[in-house]
């Protein structure tokens, strides 16, 4: 088994690293004939699934606010790029869409960072014969259960429980008779 690891840092500023150009520099190279980075990484899964016909995993694990999510991000666009995905709308924009509503039910606020991702995901990307990507699903998704029930100082639960609150007096949400998130306590026994 082949396994491969990149550690990156998060510079917490955009750099010129992850454009179309460098995309199309990694793509068809191998491993270690380029500096490291998330694009080689992606190159290498794309290649043996390709070569080998066998589905790839890659795992993006780090500390808060490290840049997992932008780091999935680089990945999925990078399968789109190489793939040379044919459909109108991009399905790298179709799943990405959905990010706002998972950040919005698992993100919170913590010391560290004022939009944590407080969840882990597994999201499947599906190829085609040709190796086109068509279609992608969340298969896992787990929640900081701790999180409902507790809060260290200055922290907060999910974002989704102030967006909520804050829309209480919308005509849509006054049937759930929504107070305001200071209103709300919860208590174990």
Do not use: W
């Amino acid at each position: 088994l082949l396994g491969i690891i990149l550690v990156a840092i998060n510079p917490y500023k955009q750099l010129p690293i992850y454009g179309d150009a460098i995309i199309h520099a990694y793509s068809g190279q191998n491993m270690g004939d380029m500096d490291p980075h998330i694009f080689a990484v992606a190159e290498e899964a794309y290649k043996q699934m390709a070569r080998n016909n066998k589905n790839q995993s890659i795992i993006v694990s780090g500390e808060s606010g490290a840049g997992k999510t932008v780091s999935a991000r680089y990945t999925m666009r990078y399968f789109a790029t190489v793939s040379k995905s044919s459909s109108n709308a991009h399905v790298e924009d179709k799943v990405l869409a959905s990010n706002p509503i998972t950040e919005a039910v698992g993100n919170a606020k913590t010391t560290r960072n004022d939009n944590s991702s407080r969840f882990g995901k597994y999201t499947e990307i599906s190829f085609d014969q040709n190796y086109q990507i068509i279609g992608a699903n969340m298969r896992t998704y787990l929640l900081e259960k701790s999180r409902v029930v507790f809060q260290s100082e200055n922290e907060r639960n999910y974002h989704i429980f102030y967006q909520l609150c804050a829309s209480a007096m919308q005509p849509t949400f006054k049937h759930l008779k929504l107070g305001k998130s200071q209103e709300n306590t919860y208590s174990s026994f």
